[in-house]
């Protein structure tokens, strides 16, 4: 009477999975040996060049240029525009404005005397109302640099903003790269030099 507890060898089915987890060993021990190694660095982004309607302002793909002085994006920590009033300007044409008025309507003056200095008045008031817009260029360490610029804040403001942008995509291209190499001086570092064959 046969054995009903006999079972077939159970060699034959453990013998495929043992392949592959040999295969596999290999690998992962060079993995762990190799550890984590970060991307090299994309290259650095193209920027068109960009003008202001007067051409005294252009931000170029090296760097902010005023006044044909260059400012390298990497040395600037940002860029601010504030539109300023002439205070001075806009008291004294209300001033004008004002006293020519009166004196229009009190009879002290006769209608052209009266027409040109109430011109005048608006006028003054006009330019102290448009005022400028300042830029002020923040740098490391050092002072900020004031240029005023005549004309409408919205395209200068459109530039401070680009330029912005320019110098933090520029500053991450840097740090990017820095932390690269010097995660492969430390892992140079750390694997040490090689020993001679032979010794």
């Not at 051409?55 to 504030?82: K, P």
């Not at 404005?97 to 006028?123: I, K, N, R, S, V």
């Amino acid at each position: 009477m046969p054995d009903s507890t006999s079972f077939p060898p159970a060699s034959e089915p453990e013998n495929p999975p043992s392949a592959p987890a040999a295969a596999n060993g290999p690998e992962l021990g060079q993995e762990a040996e190799l550890g984590f190694r970060p991307l090299p660095p994309a290259p650095p982004q193209h920027f068109p060049t960009l003008r202001s309607e007067d051409s005294r302002v252009a931000l170029t793909n090296d760097g902010l240029e005023i006044n044909d002085e260059l400012f390298g994006w990497r040395e600037l920590e940002g860029v601010d525009v504030q539109p300023v009033r002439w205070l001075l300007g806009v008291l004294g044409g209300g001033l004008v404005l004002c006293g020519f008025m009166l004196g229009y309507l009190q009879f002290w003056l006769h209608t052209m005397p009266a027409a040109l200095g109430m011109a005048a008045g608006a006028l003054l008031l006009v330019w102290g109302a448009r005022g400028t817009n300042r830029w002020r260029l923040h740098r490391p360490g050092r002072e900020a640099r004031h240029f005023a610029f005549s004309g409408p804040a919205r395209s200068w403001q459109q530039l401070a903003s680009e330029a912005n942008y320019r110098i933090r995509q520029r500053h991450n291209e840097a740090a990017a790269a820095a932390a690269y190499w010097l995660h492969e001086a430390e892992r140079s570092a750390f694997s040490g030099p090689e020993a001679p064959v032979g010794s």
